[in-house]
């Protein structure tokens, strides 16, 4: 081999080992509030935007950290960006004064709780309902562990929201302190459900048969029967988000994986999270 081949093998593997090191660069993911996560690395941050670049390219995108969530760092840091609410213009149609419910002290509201297929972005109202109705029964039945706060009854609060034009697409625009005003309450519990659907197969042998045995005793000859079983299932793969306020204040904030890929599974997190959240006082 003459010593062009050899300087050519050498850049090559060269190559090849840095691009093995470039693809298995850990990423950071800026998490949206419409449940979009965005795998990139983070180049600036700022107290109205986000720049970041996408893999492989070096041109930087700008975001607005009104639509950011949380981002979670390569390092393992994560960061969490709360909902501020924007000065209105005279202008501004928008503008209008929040209409005020008569406050109620040591009041807790469940929101509508957002239930979206985080790879198709879709969302179901059934599912958002059925969610919020989930945790506002399990607020009941815990009201023991929460004194002395009340649950606010789930028709008042979606009655309230209904006037104020206010449902479960819409819930994450409206900041904290209108939700309050709105609702007449001092507490708020907001979650989301985020997942994906995964599909798999499992296959199962089982082996069967007769033994027959030779005149002499001595050889044993053995016909098997081996039969095949396939099933398909299907993996729910969960993501809940857990946000607890007071009197305008984010008091409390988790995420939360399931341990099992069951459909159901979303409602053991909220479970847990609640039991762990500081207005429930073990007894």
Not at 60 to 69: F, G, M, N
Not at 91 to 108: L, R
Not at 250 to 258: A, D, E, L, N
Request: proline share 3%; with cysteine; glycine share 4%.
């Amino acid at each position: 081999m003459n010593s062009k081949k050899v300087i050519t093998a050498i850049l090559l593997l060269f190559v090849s080992v840095l691009s093995f090191a470039q693809g298995g660069k850990k990423l950071d993911k800026i998490i949206k509030r419409d449940y979009q996560i965005i795998e990139c690395t983070i180049a600036k941050i700022s107290d109205k935007t986000v720049d970041y670049s996408l893999p492989g390219e070096t041109l930087q995108i700008e975001l607005d950290v009104s639509q950011i969530a949380r981002i979670d760092f390569a390092s393992g840091r994560s960061q969490a960006f709360a909902v501020t609410a924007t000065t209105p213009t005279n202008n501004d149609s928008a503008a209008q004064a929040v209409a005020s419910a008569e406050m109620k002290p040591n009041t807790i509201a469940v929101l509508p709780i957002p239930y979206i297929n985080s790879g198709t972005l879709e969302t179901s109202e059934e599912m958002a309902k059925f969610a919020q109705n989930d945790l506002y029964n399990k607020l009941l039945d815990k009201s023991a562990n929460l004194f002395p706060l009340t649950v606010q009854d789930l028709r008042v609060t979606n009655s309230l929201l209904h006037k104020a034009g206010i449902d479960y697409k819409n819930i994450d625009e409206t900041p904290i302190e209108d939700l309050q005003k709105i609702l007449g309450v001092d507490n708020i519990l907001a979650a989301k459900v985020s997942y994906t659907i995964t599909e798999g197969s499992t296959a199962s042998t089982y082996n069967s048969g007769s033994a027959k045995v030779s005149d002499n005793n001595k050889k044993v000859k053995t016909s098997d029967i081996s039969t095949t079983n396939s099933s398909n299932l299907t993996y729910y793969n969960y993501m809940v988000y857990f946000d607890m306020y007071k009197n305008g204040t984010k008091i409390y904030s988790q995420t939360r994986k399931p341990f099992l890929n069951i459909k159901d599974s979303w409602m053991d997190s909220i479970t847990y999270l609640l039991k762990r959240s500081p207005i429930y006082v073990k007894k």
